[in-house]
């Protein structure tokens, strides 16, 4: 997030320091399902950062559908994501697809519903999709994911805008991707606060019982 401005084809370094930090992480925490996301649009460098690291998934901006990006126009990438997965040896490797996602325009797509761009994510192979608010921090709509759960067989995460006062929205979803609140005033470019983690973390046990 801090290497701003983002580009849709960013150099060999940031996928080797993605993959130092990545394989990093995966020493801290051997156990964890770990994945990784390379902005913007970097599905392929994202796969290879993963396999090299030994992660879990990868969350993949533009798997199927164009949209204009704050970064420009990203095109649908399914096809040739999955065949380069298949290529280098990851397949053990998820791929969790941002449909209608956030910090785009998707006007290109007005006449397709949120259901029915999470049909054709499934359909090209999508492991699972998310779904998130209209910028870094704004909540998801509640009804979207009721309308994707109801359209689609593969697991449904949530991907912004998560709080402590609204997580009971999302307790049906299948995972939850927190970043802002997480950290410090719960602004996205502070350092992680600890003690919201914790909060949050005992808030969502007791929802759970």
């Not at 080797?16 to 990784?36: D, E, Q």
């Not at 399914?78 to 006007?107: C, P, W």
């Not at 991707?177 to 600890?194: E, Q, R």
């Not at 909060?199 to 929802?207: A, E, P, Q, Y």
Request: net charge neutral.
């Amino acid at each position: 997030m801090h290497d701003r401005p983002y580009t849709v084809c960013p150099g060999p370094e940031v996928t080797a320091v993605m993959t130092a930090i990545s394989a990093a992480v995966r020493r801290s925490c051997p156990h964890l399902a770990l994945g990784v996301q390379v902005l913007s649009a970097a599905n392929q460098q994202a796969i290879a950062v993963a396999l090299a690291a030994g992660l879990d998934f990868i969350r993949a901006e533009g798997f199927v559908f164009s949209h204009v990006a704050d970064e420009g126009i990203i095109n649908a990438c399914a096809g040739n994501l999955l065949r380069y997965r298949k290529q280098v040896g990851a397949e053990n490797i998820q791929i969790f697809a941002d449909i209608k996602k956030k910090h785009s325009a998707h006007t290109l797509t007005a006449d397709v519903g949120v259901a029915e761009t999470a049909a054709a994510a499934e359909l090209f192979l999508a492991d699972g999709l998310v779904l998130t608010g209209k910028a870094t921090g704004l909540p998801t709509d509640p009804g979207e994911l009721k309308e994707v759960q109801h359209a689609v067989k593969i697991p449904v995460l949530i991907g912004s805008g998560v709080t402590m006062e609204n997580v009971k929205n999302y307790v049906d979803a299948n995972a939850l991707i927190i970043g802002s609140y997480f950290k410090k005033g719960g602004y996205w470019a502070n350092s992680v606060d600890p003690e919201r983690v914790k909060k949050f973390m005992d808030h969502i046990s007791k929802l759970r019982e």
